[in-house]
């Protein structure tokens, strides 16, 4: 069954240090995504991918980076966490010619103290 | 910029009730999206549905793009309906989504 698979699915890491979230699809899509929600909002898009080798920057990527080795995986890097990146990140993967098949990972929930 | 506007914030209903949501956004959407959240936290895609009138179930949703909103319409609501609501829309056909900030569906039995 095609997935998105997040590891860690729950992180404490200390205020500088490095934290790297990872995720793999099973979709064969090209496209994949970071997002973060933070307690009554919606999601917000950090970091995107078209592709392999491709990142870009989403509506917030400030702290954050993106890494995409190859088409199933993507992952999220902080270099210096703060106690203001504390949220629950998804990762999802999609492709604009399969409108309805938006796929999300379970989450990872991270807290930075 | 664009944005995404759902109503209510919170709703409580009884169950067997009928549900509507709403969503209004700001632009020309490319597409438009009905995702649910599960009260654990996981999403699921529920509606591809940038005009017109698609149904599943007892879900339906209703877009009219030239007034710019969307509704999602959940007939005999069940406990098991619970849960966080959320539209979204396409800014640039290539699936970087504006979301809503959700409509959080209380069910009670």
């Known amino acids: 069954e095609a997935a998105v698979t997040q590891s860690p699915r729950n992180k404490v890491a200390v205020t500088g240090g490095k934290v790297t979230l990872s995720c793999n699809q099973t979709?064969?899509?090209?496209?994949m995504y970071w997002y973060r929600q933070d307690t009554g909002h919606g999601l917000r898009l950090i970091h995107y991918?078209?592709?392999?080798?491709?990142?870009e920057k989403g509506d917030i990527p400030d702290g954050y980076k993106a890494s995409r080795p190859s088409q199933e995986n993507f992952s999220l890097i902080l270099e210096l966490a703060t106690p203001s990146q504390t949220s629950v990140y998804f990762c999802?993967?999609?492709?604009?010619?399969?409108?309805?098949?938006?796929?999300f990972g379970s989450g990872t929930r991270l807290l930075v103290i | 910029g664009q944005q995404v506007q759902q109503s209510p914030a919170s709703l409580v209903l009884q169950e067997g009730e009928n549900a509507e949501l709403q969503c209004n956004f700001s632009?020309?959407?490319?597409?438009l999206q009905w995702f649910y959240q599960h009260p654990g936290g996981r999403l699921v895609s529920l509606f591809y549905?940038?005009?017109?009138?698609k149904h599943t179930g007892r879900l339906t949703s209703t877009t009219v793009t030239n007034e710019r909103r969307s509704s999602l319409h959940i007939s005999s609501s069940q406990t098991t309906d619970s849960g966080t609501y959320f539209c979204?829309?396409?800014?640039?056909?290539?699936?970087?989504?504006?979301w809503g900030s959700g409509t959080k569906l209380i069910i009670k039995p």
């Open positions: 979204a829309i396409d800014r640039s056909s290539n699936y970087q989504l504006i």
């Open positions: 632009s020309t959407a490319t597409r």
């Open positions: 549905n940038p005009s017109g009138t």
């Open positions: 979709n064969n899509h090209n496209n």
């Open positions: 991918s078209y592709g392999a080798g491709s990142t």
């Open positions: 999802a993967s999609g492709d604009a010619g399969t409108n309805s098949d938006y796929t």
